[in-house]
């Protein structure tokens, strides 16, 4: 029903930025809210960040307040993750996902997931 494509995802040193894009394809994005999350191999899907539907609330996973920020722009089905300060230890595969209903859950249900976009961070 809904399709999220990640971008945004790369190669970049310690101590850089990057911004990660997650486009949805859906008529009621906006109904939606959406998270962030990584995966790095060998360890458990970490919850990042996410953000309510109307953009209100945000959440951080621990220690993820600072470093990484989420917005999003429901006029163009998108929701982004600033990442700054990068350490070798973020490097993940980087998931988006939305969830239904009218509370925010990070623990769930999420309904739809992403591909992933790599993310690298050298030393």
């Known amino acids: 029903q809904v399709q999220l494509v990640e971008s945004g995802g790369g190669l970049v040193q310690a101590g850089g930025s990057l911004t990660l894009s997650c486009v949805a394809t859906t008529r009621i994005f906006s109904t939606y809210h959406m998270g962030w999350f990584r995966q790095a191999p060998g360890k458990e899907r970490e919850f990042v960040v996410g953000?309510?539907?109307?953009?209100?609330?945000?959440y951080h996973g621990d220690s993820m307040e600072g470093r990484f920020t989420v917005s999003r722009d429901n006029a163009k089905n998108t929701v982004y993750l600033q990442m700054s300060s990068l350490k070798p230890e973020d490097t993940a595969i980087y998931y988006c996902?939305?969830?239904?209903?009218?509370?925010?859950?990070?623990?769930?249900?999420?309904?739809?997931w992403g591909q992933g976009t790599q993310v690298t961070v050298s030393s």
């Open positions: 996902a939305a969830q239904g209903g009218i509370v925010f859950r990070a623990r769930g249900p999420w309904s739809y």
């Open positions: 953000i309510t539907s109307s953009g209100g609330t945000v």
